[in-house]
């Protein structure tokens, strides 16, 4: 019992550490990864216009993501046990992980898609509506053609 109680403790106290960004209407970015995109000096100013799109197309609101730790990171994802490829929404410690393997630039990270999951649930796709959200990716990228590529027209 007393391990348990020192993982939640210290849990708690790394989620209190997150400070809301008003930059990044509310969200607290997490930066692991070690991709040039994810490092440029515009990444900030591009994750926040990708945020302010994500926002409208999943009908949210700053207030609804406000305090939610950003996570971006290479690689595969943990999600609650299992390997996710894209991104996940951790609700216990209002965590959004996006992977940077989802595309070669930032407009292709699975953030409007985790963000659905953070405002609105459903866990298991069940709701329509989901294949536009992830194609919102697409039209995203398609402004980005020097550094996106055709992989925002892939699908």
């Known amino acids: 019992m007393r391990p348990a109680l020192a993982l939640l403790a ?8 997150w400070s809301p960004d008003p930059d990044l209407y509310g969200l607290q970015l997490d930066n692991r ?9 515009d990444f900030r100013t591009r994750l926040r216009v990708i945020i302010a799109a994500s926002l409208t197309e999943v ?9 939610i730790r950003l996570v971006v990171k290479d690689g595969s994802v943990d999600c609650n046990g299992a390997e996710a490829t894209g991104g996940c929404w951790d609700e216990l410690d209002r965590t959004l992980t996006v992977s940077t393997d989802a595309g070669p630039c930032a407009e292709l990270l699975l953030v409007a898609h985790e ?14 509506g989901w294949s536009a959200v992830d194609a919102f990716r697409e039209t995203l990228a398609a402004g980005h053609e020097d550094d996106c590529g055709r992989a925002g027209r892939r699908r």
């Open 59 to 67: 009908d949210a609101t700053p207030a609804q993501i406000a305090g």
């Open 33 to 41: 990864s070690s991709q040039a995109w994810a490092q440029r000096d």
């Open 10 to 17: 210290s849990t708690l106290l790394a989620c209190a550490s």
């Open 115 to 128: 963000l659905r999951h953070a405002v609105h649930g459903d866990p298991f796709h069940l709701s329509g």
